[in-house]
Nanobody, 123 residues
């Protein structure tokens, strides 16, 4: 079955950096666009970054210039390098395979979300 295991979160001061990882299995990783989502307390889950099968990436405006999404198909692992973190980045971060539903519109494919990894940015 599909497994998505996120790691790398933690507590960091504003301005700091973290690198998140997502180990994926149970589906053909290399043929799927992948995305990083986050969910802050009391808010809906939002898509933060997407990377296509040819490594073309897209980001939510708040992440542009600070976050970098990447993938290693040989390791079936997705990464999110987060720099210049701000308190508003505090959330649980999740990964999932995604499919396009229109220009710059994506939807998560799998219902089996991982446990996520907590990112907390202190001011």
């Amino acid at each position: 079955q599909v497994q998505l295991v996120e790691s790398g979160g933690g507590l960091v001061q504003a301005g700091g950096s973290l690198r998140l990882s997502c180990a994926a299995s149970g589906f053909v990783f290399r043929i799927n666009p992948m995305g990083w989502y986050r969910q802050a307390p009391g808010k809906q889950r939002e898509l933060v970054a997407v990377i296509g099968t040819s490594d073309v990436a897209d980001y939510v405006d708040s992440a542009k210039g600070r976050f970098t999404i990447s993938r290693d198909n040989a390791k079936t692992t997705l990464y999110l390098q987060m720099n210049s973190l701000i308190p508003e980045d505090t959330a649980v971060y999740y990964c999932n395979a995604v499919r396009t539903t229109g220009p710059s519109r994506w939807r998560a494919i799998y219902d089996d979300w991982g446990q996520g990894t907590q990112v907390t940015v202190s001011s």
